[in-house]
């Protein structure tokens, strides 16, 4: 009998007793053992078995996968360590016999993970023998971080398992140096929540997998600092943390990290957010420039990791604006804030962009122009060409309308508003993007001047015979009439795409001729342009032969005849293309010629095989410029197709059109004659005028080239079709509806202005943006806040008279005092040197002062001018949702007594009813009833005066969103529509008074009076979503408020501002420190004071 024998014999009974399956582990274990191990150390394996399976109730659980371990064991330790090894067993058992499996069960794989001990002993254990044998030290570190998890109740004991079960996975990537880090985190989660600390243990092995190892101990770092900081947000680290990384410099990750460990700590709940936006910031800027940004981010870090992060996320927006060499002077700036001013909260401003200084010294520095900024100046220059208002957009404006134009980056036009890219940075100096601008401009300005649009099928040019008529005849009969002209052009050749290409090339030649002739202070800027974009053509000897003549002609347009590149030996169809586009160059060209130049082009391109690789490199050669002549030539032909190749092979390439050169944009003719159609449709009266159907107009959009459908499938193209011309109905609805109202005199201005959507939301609601003051910054925050004007919606007639007749006594008495202000029609002004008479008492001072040498001059006429008022005023009213609350009064009381009851009892029921009818209230009156009572009565006293005014009323949510309501306008004439008004003003939201003060300041600049008056009326302090930096913050608002104040009379307007909150002292006095202000304490009174107030202001 062998020794494994004797000892399952010896111990089988007992091992039985526990777990059947325990006594055959313990077999099976033994016979293993048997030749890895000296007898006396296989018997003393036997005993801390069974003595391991006998600790605790459940320990048999821990001993069976002692057993089963032990021979994978045993090859791995030698005996004195795989003793230790079984004694660490035993303790965790008497905490845990689910811990203490787990970790027999894992110890093969995790002690192939371990580092081998050095100290190892070759001589005692034999050579070859335990090489990979780990330290007893790191044995134990192990060890003790599933203890540290282990806190002794069952989610803890769970934990701890799911450490061992996970440990060789680990230890696959990490040290156990970050082994420990990684419990300290775990660890930490669950002092929070064992279900998160469970879900990024087990993310952890994938997690760290896809670390590069330089990277994780910087994680490890930073998760540590996040889970202390914002605990619930370490599993979203977990999920999307290596993700993120992954856009950054392998480098620079490192830094980047210690950097974001920082900010959580300073930050709390915000950190976490701050590091994706930071990291997905980066992804979009060269990984070239992460050192440099990072380094710099880093040194603003030592006073502020907040505004280091807050850097790092605005570097797209800046490297966009400046080159990576101006990056640190940009950076100084706002370094001298936060280290020479000291000011964090500016600093940090400064570096979200939330600072007019960092928008000034980004100007500064950069050469790109913005749109934002002289688009106002733009529109009086498109004006002075065309001597009509044109109206400049954003190229982004037109794109979200879904109309067909979906390039921000091209200028265009629809034939009314000049849409311009939202910012020029093409050349390193500022003053020649901003020629750049002027230039697409004017070219766009050309197009409306010039009749890019008005091509009418039928017209003959001023140079280029008529073939049009002809080349229709010759065409089968067509089954609906053309929508537009230009759609019966388009229909007379079988490749659209290629007329529609070469009528673009012809016509921008024409206008861009005509626009160096007519406008001769743009040619310069228009030549430099004009060579620039011919630079930057791609390479035309990969093209095939029709798109190779389409971009020749292109540069012959752009005046760069020498980067023309095409084989000799079809010179005379490069001649005969040039010839006959210098047609259009020519005094006196109509939009007609262009027609039959490109007509007679597109002949000669169909002509020639688009096949590419037909001729090597060096059969491309600059042609002669002496070979065009001096002036432009038609083609000989009558217009048919002169296709010669009868062999066009299948290998032929579709019409490649040549990109187009931004300072010419977009150009859709056909697109704008149909919009233009769909606009005269819209607004015509009586059904007058071609009526066109849904189906015809998706015809002809399925069709155009102009709107990009090509590549889409069919079902898509009919959907995307369908949505376009609901956007095109829209467009054209809004546009007769604003053409409408500018004829009957109810418009503004006819350019508009430079925000804006489509034309349906410019006629209800006109955005502008405005900044906004933060004191703790100490600076603008740029266009910050967008307050949409919009006229108040509109009631009966009924309110207004209402009020008249229930306040008759306090209106008659109002309008006599006001009556009384008006001004005596002659005022005698004094101290003249000439005038109608003498004034005797300056005469004689004048003597006096002359004999006493003092010598004035000799001002002693004085006459009689006549004298009117000049006063404006603006009444600006809080319509926030706080204006609802009913207004406290006091009330008759009701007696309660019945003694004066003497009738009949059974008719005490009906005395008592009468009784309390006699006692009942009025209605309820609100706060916004009596500002709507005050508008009553001081419109009223002011008709009287005749001072010019306007009412407003403000509300919104939030920046994007502060509304303006327009009672009365200050140029508007009082009417029936104004009394209408009135009675629909009601409470809204919030109070933003910011912004509001300042839109209507902005209004009464615009206004030419002497004397202005701002008054505004509210019932409590400014407050709004995100009006601050919390919901509980106030001083930001009373900031604003008192900057928008200040702002106001800077600009030569008094401020005056009333409120009806009975605790206003406590907010005003800060409010309006300099400006002056009034507590109505008793609301009801508010009509009477507001209008005994403006008698004050005004002069009365």
Request: hydrophobic letters at 40%; glycine letters at 8%; proline letters at 5%.
């Amino acid at each position: 009998m062998t020794l494994a024998q004797d000892l399952t014999a010896r111990y089988q009974a007992g091992l039985r007793e526990q777990s059947e399956p325990l006594a055959e582990e313990f077999a099976a274990a033994a016979e293993a053992l048997e030749p890895l191990l000296k007898p006396d150390e296989l018997e003393r394996w036997a005993e801390i078995g069974v003595a391991l399976s006998t600790r605790s109730l459940r320990s048999w659980e821990a001993a069976s996968e002692f057993f089963r371990a032990s021979p994978a064991v045993a090859k791995l330790l030698s005996y004195e360590r795989m003793e230790h090894w079984a004694t660490i067993g035993g303790w965790l058992s008497d905490s845990s016999p689910t811990v203490a499996a787990t970790y027999l069960r894992v110890t093969p794989e995790v002690i192939e993970q371990l580092p081998p001990d050095p100290e190892t002993d070759p001589g005692i254990t034999g050579e070859g023998m335990f090489d990979t044998m780990p330290s007893r030290t790191d044995v134990e570190r192990w060890v003790r971080g599933g203890e540290r998890l282990n806190h002794s109740n069952w989610k803890s004991v769970a934990l701890a398992a799911l450490y061992f079960e996970y440990s060789a996975r680990l230890l696959e990537q990490l040290t156990l140096d970050h082994l420990h880090e990684l419990v300290d985190i775990i660890d930490l989660l669950s002092e929070r929540s064992y279900q998160l600390a469970t879900s990024c243990l087990e993310d952890s092995p994938a997690l760290f997998a896809t670390l590069e190892y330089p990277d994780r101990r910087p994680f490890l770092d930073f998760a540590k600092s996040l889970t202390k900081s914002s605990w619930a947000d370490t599993r979203l680290l977990f999920e999307r943390g290596p993700q993120l990384l992954k856009h950054i410099h392998a480098g620079e990750r490192a830094d980047f990290l210690m950097l974001a460990a920082s900010v959580v700590q300073s930050s709390g709940r915000q950190g976490f957010p701050r590091f994706m936006e930071t990291a997905s910031a980066l992804r979009l800027v060269p990984v070239a420039e992460h050192g440099t940004l990072i380094a710099l981010a880093n040194r603003l870090a030592r006073r502020s990791p907040a505004a280091a992060m807050a850097f790092l996320r605005s570097s797209p927006v800046v490297l966009a604006r400046l080159t990576a060499e101006q990056i640190p002077q940009w950076v100084e700036t706002g370094a001298r804030i936060l280290f020479e001013d000291e000011n964090i909260d500016g600093a940090e401003a400064y570096f979200r962009l939330e600072s007019v200084r960092a928008e000034q010294v980004l100007s500064g520095l950069s050469a790109r122009v913005e749109l934002s900024d002289i688009g106002a100046l733009l529109r009086m220059y498109a004006k002075a060409l065309t001597g009509a208002p044109i109206a400049i957009r954003s190229t982004e404006d037109i794109v979200d309308r879904g109309i067909g134009w979906v390039q921000e980056s091209m200028a265009t036009t629809e034939g009314t508003s000049i849409f311009l890219p939202p910012f020029v940075g093409s050349f390193q100096d500022q003053r020649e993007n901003f020629q750049a601008y002027k230039v697409f401009t004017t070219h766009q300005t050309g197009r409306i001047e010039f009749g890019a649009f008005g091509f009418a099928f039928g017209l003959a040019g001023a140079h280029a015979p008529a073939t049009l008529g002809a080349r229709e005849e010759a065409l089968p009969p067509r089954e609906r009439p053309a929508l537009t002209e230009m759609e019966r052009f388009y229909d007379l050749f079988e490749a659209r795409g290629m007329i529609a290409a070469l009528f673009t090339i012809v016509e921008d030649t024409r206008v861009d001729a005509t626009v160096g002739r007519e406008y001769g202070g743009i040619r310069p800027h228009l030549k430099r342009l004009q060579s620039f974009e011919a630079d930057r053509r791609p390479d035309i000897r990969q093209l095939g032969l029709r798109s190779a003549l389409a971009e020749n002609l292109l540069r012959a347009s752009l005046g760069r005849r020498d980067l023309m590149r095409w084989p000799a030996e079809h010179n005379q169809v490069l001649v005969d293309a040039v010839r006959a586009l210098m047609v259009v160059e020519e005094r006196g060209a109509t939009v007609q010629d262009s027609a039959e130049v490109a007509a007679a082009l597109y002949d000669i391109a169909a002509a020639l095989p688009n096949v590419q690789g037909s001729y090597p490199d060096d059969a491309w050669e600059q042609p002669d410029s002496a070979m065009f002549g001096a002036s432009g030539q038609m083609p000989v032909g009558d217009g048919a197709d002169t296709d010669t190749d009868g062999q066009r092979p299948n290998e032929e390439m579709d019409f490649e059109t040549p990109d187009q050169p931004e300072f010419r944009g977009d150009f859709k003719p056909e697109l704008v004659q149909l919009l233009s159609m769909l606009k005269m449709q819209t607004g015509a009266s009586g059904g007058s005028g071609q009526q066109l159907s849904r189906e015809q107009v998706m015809e002809l959009l399925q069709k155009s080239t102009e709107i990009g459908l090509s590549e889409m499938a069919e079902g898509q193209v009919a959907a995307s079709v369908g949505e376009f011309l609901d956007n095109l109905e829209k467009e054209a609805a809004a546009s007769a509806k604003a053409q409408q109202q500018d004829d009957d005199g109810e418009g503004g201005d006819g350019g508009g202005s430079d925000e804006g959507g489509s034309n349906d939301v410019r006629n209800e609601i006109t955005w502008t943006l405005y900044d906004e003051w933060d004191f703790r910054a100490s600076d603008y925050r740029p266009r910050w806040c967008r307050v949409g004007e919009r006229l108040g919606e509109e009631g009966t007639l009924d309110y207004y008279e209402e009020t008249l007749k229930r306040h008759h006594g306090l209106v008659t008495e109002t309008r006599r005092q006001f009556e009384m202000m008006r001004p005596e029609s002659f005022r005698r002004i004094k101290r003249l040197e000439d005038g109608e008479e003498i004034d005797l008492d300056r005469s004689i001072e004048f003597i006096v002062d002359r004999r006493a040498g003092v010598g004035p001059l000799a001002q002693v006429y004085w006459r009689r001018n006549k004298v009117e008022r000049d006063v404006s005023v603006t009444f600006l009213m809080d319509m926030s949702a706080s204006t609802d609350e009913e207004i406290e009064k006091h009330r008759p009381q009701e007696r309660n007594s019945t003694a004066d009851y003497q009738g009949d009892p059974r008719n005490y029921f009906q005395w008592l009813a009468a009784r309390r009818a006699q006692y009942s209230p009025d209605p309820p009156k609100r706060i916004i009833d009596l500002e709507k009572e005050s508008v009553v009565l001081i419109v009223e006293a002011l008709e009287a005066i005749g001072d010019s005014y306007g009412i407003y009323g403000f509300s919104g949510y939030g920046r994007d969103n502060v509304e303006f309501h327009v009672i009365k306008d200050l140029d508007e004439r009082f009417g029936d529509r104004v009394r209408k008004r009135i009675d629909k003003i009601q409470p809204v939201r919030s109070t933003r008074m910011g912004p509001a003060i300042r839109h209507t300041v902005a209004k009464m600049l615009a206004h030419d009076s002497k004397v202005k008056i701002l008054i505004l009326v509210s019932d409590g302090r400014p407050q709004d979503h995100g009006y601050g930096r919390d919901r509980t913050e106030k001083e930001y608002a009373v900031h604003d408020t008192h900057q928008a104040l200040i702002e106001a009379k800077r600009a030569g307007i008094v401020p005056f501002l009333i409120t009806v909150d009975k605790e206003g002292h406590d907010y005003m006095k800060q409010l309006c420190s300099d400006v002056g202000y009034e507590v109505v304490d008793d609301i009801e009174q508010l009509p009477r004071r507001l209008t005994s107030l403006y008698r004050v202001l005004a002069g009365g």
